[in-house]
Antibody, heavy 119, light 110 residues
Framework: QLVESGGGVVQPGGSLTLSCAAS????????MHWVRQAPGKGLEWVTF????????YYADSVKGRFSVSRDNSRNTLHLQMNSLRAEDTAVYYC??????????????WGRGSLVTVSS | QSVLTQPPSVSAAPGQKVTISCSGS????????VSWYQQFPGTAPRVLIY???KRPSGIPDRFSGSNFGTSVTLDITGLQPGDEAEYYC???????????FGTGTKVSGL
């Protein structure tokens, strides 16, 4: 199970951190993603982190502004979002990859956390 | 703008077959495995197909995937009202070092 938290309303230029609590599986054995979906729009991949946290990939749209991290001792994934823009408004999903390192496919999704960037 | 192209919508009568296409390039579909996701309004997506044509346990064999080089298709046979949803293809793009999704296809019954 994956449960996101930390969403809410933030002003443009502000910061927010999302967290994802994992349970009922060996969190440290899986790569993890964040995927977002703007209201009424399609899926957009945001970032991927290897099982051990040593390698990370980012979408160009968030590179330099967002940072993904994980705490395997606490079974938790984080997404630090800075310099937020209106176009970052979306439901953010925490997603497990079936692979530990090289991305394969998304086999477990959280329910999502809504982030709204608005003044 | 997505690098993977899907038709915005497809429809068929109950019991019939629909085919959803997903077109990409050698950087993504041509060299990596594609997966397909189903999403109902207000809920998280779920995986239907991985490795182009494999079904996770619990997915009916009415759903099948095929690969044609730089494009793939998802077939839904025996369409049911419960299949009306949005469908997305997804694949790793080796040139972008990023996962990319298709534009999404809404499946409706006639």
């Amino acid at each position: 199970q994956l449960v996101e938290s930390g969403g809410g309303v933030v002003q443009p230029g502000g910061s927010l951190t999302l967290s994802c609590a994992a349970s009922n599986f060996t969190f440290s054995s899986y790569g993890m993603h964040w995927v977002r979906q703007a209201p009424g729009k399609g899926l957009e991949w945001v970032t991927f982190i290897w099982f051990d946290g040593n390698t990370k990939y980012y979408a160009d749209s968030v590179k330099g502004r967002f940072s993904v991290s994980r705490d395997n001792s606490r079974n938790t994934l984080h997404l630090q979002m800075n310099s937020l823009r209106a176009e970052d408004t979306a439901v953010y999903y925490c997603v497990r990859d079936q692979s530990a390192a090289r991305p394969w496919f998304f086999d477990l999704w959280g329910r999502g956390s809504l982030v709204t960037v608005s003044s | 703008q997505s690098v993977l192209t899907q038709p915005p919508s497809v429809s068929a009568a109950p019991g019939q077959k629909v085919t959803i296409s997903c077109s990409g390039s050698n950087y993504n579909i041509g060299n990596n495995y594609v997966s397909w996701y189903q999403q109902f309004p207000g809920t998280a997506p779920r995986v239907l197909i991985y490795d182009n044509d494999k079904r996770p346990s619990g997915i009916p064999d009415r759903f099948s995937g095929s690969n044609f080089g730089t494009s793939v298709t998802l077939d839904i046979t025996g369409l049911q009202p419960g299949d009306e949803a949005e469908y997305y293809c997804g694949v790793w793009d080796s040139s972008l070092s990023a996962e990319v999704f298709g534009t999404g296809t809404k499946v409706s019954g006639l």
